[in-house]
């Protein structure tokens, strides 16, 4: 019967280091994609003819590890001397119209810490107020300097270099850390709950607006008075 025990016992120790070698392996596992975009810009933009640069590329890295994602993002042979910005479309309703901060088609691919940097540059008629306080927009002026946005230089080459606080595949966007009332949304999780990340040009005004990607809601209808902004590079999670 001792030995029975010592044997049953010495069982249950190794399973238990297997588990624990487990856990520590998944816990530390990595997640590596190389997204190559596709192009879905339109034959006329703003930045002019879209047959001007027909060689323009986009890709992305994306790398996950311990609930954190870091994503470089390149553009290559494109519009010069132009503001890009990054956003993340999920499946179904916009997640940002769906908890309420905004009243407009896309996530900004920012870090949820960021999201209050970018209400703030962001137009008032697109802030739902039950979200922020009132008066924490702008009048439409936007910014240059948006945490998702980068431009690209003479040659028509930029990158921008992000790191999320949350996992971008098979995650979730913590929209609670924002606002208590809001949860959490899914996303990456297969086929449920594809997404898409989109470049956008921002060749009217070189300027990023925040929560939206560019237009201010008429008050009255809460359609966009303009876009301001193009769509130039897509890709399907």
Not at 124 to 145: H, K, L, Q, R, V
Not at 159 to 184: C, M, Q, T, Y
């Given at each position: 019967?001792?030995?029975?025990?010592r044997?049953?016992?010495?069982?249950?120790?190794?399973?238990?280091i297997?588990?624990l070698?487990?856990?520590?392996?998944?816990?530390?596992?990595?997640?590596?994609?190389?997204?190559?975009?596709e192009?879905?810009?339109?034959?006329?933009?703003?930045?002019?003819?879209?047959?001007?640069?027909?060689?323009?590329?986009?890709?992305?890295t994306?790398?996950?590890?311990?609930?954190?994602?870091?994503?470089?993002?390149k553009?290559?042979?494109?519009?010069?001397?132009?503001?890009?910005t990054?956003?993340?479309?999920?499946?179904?309703?916009?997640p940002?119209?769906f908890?309420?901060?905004?009243r407009?088609?896309s996530?900004?691919?920012?870090?949820?810490?960021?999201?209050?940097?970018?209400?703030?540059?962001?137009p008032?008629?697109?802030?739902?107020?039950?979200?922020f306080?009132?008066?924490?927009?702008?009048?439409?002026?936007?910014?240059?300097?948006?945490?998702?946005g980068?431009?690209t230089?003479?040659?028509?080459?930029?990158r921008?270099?992000?790191?999320l606080?949350?996992?971008?595949?098979?995650g979730?966007?913590?929209?609670?850390?924002?606002?208590?009332?809001?949860?959490?949304?899914a996303?990456?999780?297969?086929?449920?709950?594809?997404?898409?990340?989109?470049?956008?040009?921002?060749?009217?005004?070189?300027?990023?607006?925040?929560?939206?990607?560019?237009?201010?809601?008429?008050?009255?209808?809460?359609?966009?008075?303009?876009t301001?902004?193009?769509i130039?590079?897509?890709?399907?999670?």
């Amino acid at each position: 019967m001792t030995a029975l025990l010592r044997e049953t016992s010495t069982s249950l120790g190794i399973l238990a280091i297997i588990l624990l070698v487990f856990s520590i392996s998944t816990s530390q596992a990595q997640t590596k994609i190389t997204a190559n975009f596709e192009s879905v810009v339109v034959e006329e933009t703003a930045c002019g003819l879209s047959s001007a640069w027909p060689n323009s590329f986009a890709k992305a890295t994306i790398r996950q590890s311990d609930g954190r994602t870091k994503i470089t993002v390149k553009v290559k042979e494109s519009v010069p001397d132009v503001l890009w910005t990054v956003w993340i479309r999920m499946a179904g309703e916009s997640p940002l119209a769906f908890n309420g901060m905004s009243r407009m088609g896309s996530t900004p691919m920012a870090p949820i810490a960021a999201i209050n940097d970018l209400a703030s540059v962001t137009p008032d008629g697109n802030i739902d107020d039950n979200a922020f306080p009132i008066g924490t927009g702008d009048n439409g002026e936007g910014s240059d300097n948006v945490i998702n946005g980068f431009f690209t230089d003479t040659d028509g080459n930029g990158r921008l270099k992000i790191a999320l606080d949350f996992p971008l595949i098979r995650g979730a966007v913590p929209f609670h850390e924002v606002n208590d009332s809001f949860s959490p949304v899914a996303i990456g999780t297969g086929p449920l709950v594809p997404f898409t990340l989109r470049i956008v040009s921002h060749c009217e005004d070189n300027v990023g607006h925040g929560l939206v990607p560019g237009g201010q809601l008429d008050p009255e209808t809460e359609q966009p008075l303009s876009t301001g902004h193009e769509i130039w590079f897509e890709w399907d999670f």
